[in-house]
């Protein structure tokens, strides 16, 4: 598993889980970064060759919008946006369970979103994936991966770098050997004189 890379002088990026307090307490004014679907001059949405939707990063929203507008457009909640808006839902974060403090990336300003860190995690998380993938084409061959994981996505491909990864050929495993005491009894002939055929006259 490649090492973590974490962006100089901040924590790594830790996304904040959405919780439904978030956007129906009308007595905060929390703000989020979201993923939403990379669209093209037709809004159609934009895919990687592995089939994988392209989603860029918003600016800060209201997520008292969440349902009525953001969702509704497909976008995916990441994490709060400032470190107001994290100063403000510690309260709820604690009733889950969850400390605010663990999800301050940079330090400076004390909040939960700063770009660099995101990237950075991206990137990591990319690489372990690519990691995690290649190990299974060797262990079970590129047909193999690719017919399992087209069961859920009929357009995936798999990246770039692993297309001419070696596959191994996988064998079925031989019976195991008959025991002898399993072998089948050999097949007695009784001996004696053989028969004599009468001939008539």
């Known amino acids: 598993m490649p090492a973590q890379t974490q962006t100089v ?8 889980p959405f919780l439904e307090e ?15 679907p990379q669209r093209d001059e037709w ?13 860029n990063v918003t600016g800060p929203l209201p997520l008292r919008r969440h349902y009525q507008d953001h969702q509704r457009k497909g976008f995916e909640f990441l994490t709060l946006a400032d470190a107001q808006s994290l100063q403000q839902a510690a309260g709820i974060l604690r009733t889950h369970g969850l400390d ?11 909040s939960p979103w700063l770009y660099e860190a995101y990237a950075a995690s991206a990137l990591d998380s990319t690489a372990q994936d ?9 262990r079970y061959g590129r047909a193999a ?11 995936y491909k798999l990246p770039m770098d692993l297309e001419d990864e070696d596959a191994v050929e996988v064998q079925a495993p031989a019976p195991p050997p008959l ?10 002939r009784k001996r004696g004189r053989p028969r004599k055929t009468e001939v008539s006259v």
């Open 100 to 110: 605010a403090a663990e999800y301050v990336c940079d330090p400076r300003t004390g």
């Open 43 to 55: 809004y159609r949405i934009q895919k990687n060759p592995d089939g994988s939707v392209i989603r």
């Open 145 to 155: 991966v690719l017919e399992i994981k087209r069961m859920s996505d009929p357009t």
């Open 22 to 36: 978030f956007a129906s307490n009308e007595k905060l004014d929390l703000k989020g970064i979201y993923l939403r």
């Open 9 to 16: 002088g901040y924590r790594p990026f830790k996304p904040i």
């Open 130 to 138: 690519v990691e995690e993938l290649r190990g299974l084409i060797r």
């Open 179 to 188: 025991a002898q005491h399993d072998a089948p009894p050999p097949v007695k």
